[in-house]
């Protein structure tokens, strides 16, 4: 990753790198949404609901929609829910998933196919919007383009909610400096008293670079610290009212309670679990950021 502007230093992937297998079997709360067709949601979007306090009759936009969740939510809450996304396997999914509810939930909500920098709707035209999981996709040009989009679209004192995952003081500070060190110390333990599980193995990475996935490197090309995005957002007309470091504090356990024993050990050692959900230890362990910004 480049040191100045977040970026990896790739293209941005294309549309073909957020298909079925992305939507359905790896992007969170893939397990809800396949069981209940977007009404029941994973904890980030039970946040990012809690921070926009949607009221009956509101108009709220979802740019990268992807599933279609955060569409049908505010329909059932009786606003009126807007999606947009580039990936024709995301819009596909989502009105799927649409076609499942109620005529009355059905007639609150649209899922469209729209650029994220060039939105065709008329100025000032909602009330809330959400951005989740979508600022790590753009470059900063990009991203600013959106940012000027959604001030555009907002009313005044309209809501902008934005989450990025990852938080780069984490991949860039915390994870080089000490866990990667606890990772060698543990690792070392388990050599000595020759033990070894799917937890605590030698595969625990230790390298000096965040261990990210080769879809992470293709995909994040614009990876942020809280400092860096409010400021951002400040900088194209908002009114940050809210920063916040957040984790989902829920641990799903494994099939083995031997497993899931360990991993909670190895959590509280790497990430000091609980303690860390909290501040000021959150803004070094979490890893999604929080934005919350109005339009003057």
Request: with cysteine; aromatic share 8%.
């Amino acid at each position: 990753m480049n040191d100045n502007d977040g970026s990896t230093g790739t293209d941005k992937a294309p549309p073909s790198e957020y298909g079925d297998s992305y939507f359905l079997k790896r992007l969170g709360g893939f397990q809800e949404f396949r069981e209940s067709g977007g009404r029941r949601i994973p904890p980030r979007f039970v946040k990012a609901l809690r921070l926009a306090r949607i009221r009956p009759g509101e108009r709220v936009l979802d740019i990268g929609c992807g599933r279609g969740e955060m569409v049908i939510q505010p329909a059932l809450l009786g606003a009126h829910g807007v999606g947009v996304d580039y990936a024709p396997d995301a819009l596909r999914i989502a009105l799927d998933a649409l076609a499942t509810h109620p005529a009355e939930v059905r007639a609150r909500a649209a899922v469209l196919a729209m650029d994220a920098t060039k939105l065709g709707f008329r100025d000032e035209s909602f009330d809330v919007i959400f951005m989740n999981q979508l600022v790590e996709h753009f470059y900063p040009d990009e991203l600013n383009a959106m940012l000027a989009e959604t001030r555009r679209l907002l009313k005044p004192g309209g809501r902008l909610i934005l989450n990025t995952s990852p938080n780069r003081v984490l991949y860039n500070m915390t994870y080089p400096i000490y866990i990667r060190n606890v990772h060698r110390v543990v690792c070392r333990i388990a050599e000595l008293a020759h033990y070894q599980s799917y937890v605590i193995a030698p595969t625990l990475p230790i390298g000096p670079e965040h261990p990210r996935s080769e879809e992470e490197r293709r995909q994040h090309v614009n990876e942020q610290t809280a400092s860096e995005l409010a400021r951002t957002v400040s900088n194209c007309g908002y009114r940050v009212m809210k920063i916040e470091h957040w984790d989902d504090a829920t641990q799903l356990p494994y099939t083995s309670r031997r497993l899931t024993i360990e991993l909670m050990l190895l959590d509280a050692l790497r990430s000091l679990r609980p303690f860390s959900f909290h501040w000021p230890l959150n803004k070094l362990f979490t890893n999604n950021i929080w934005v919350v910004a109005t339009r003057p």
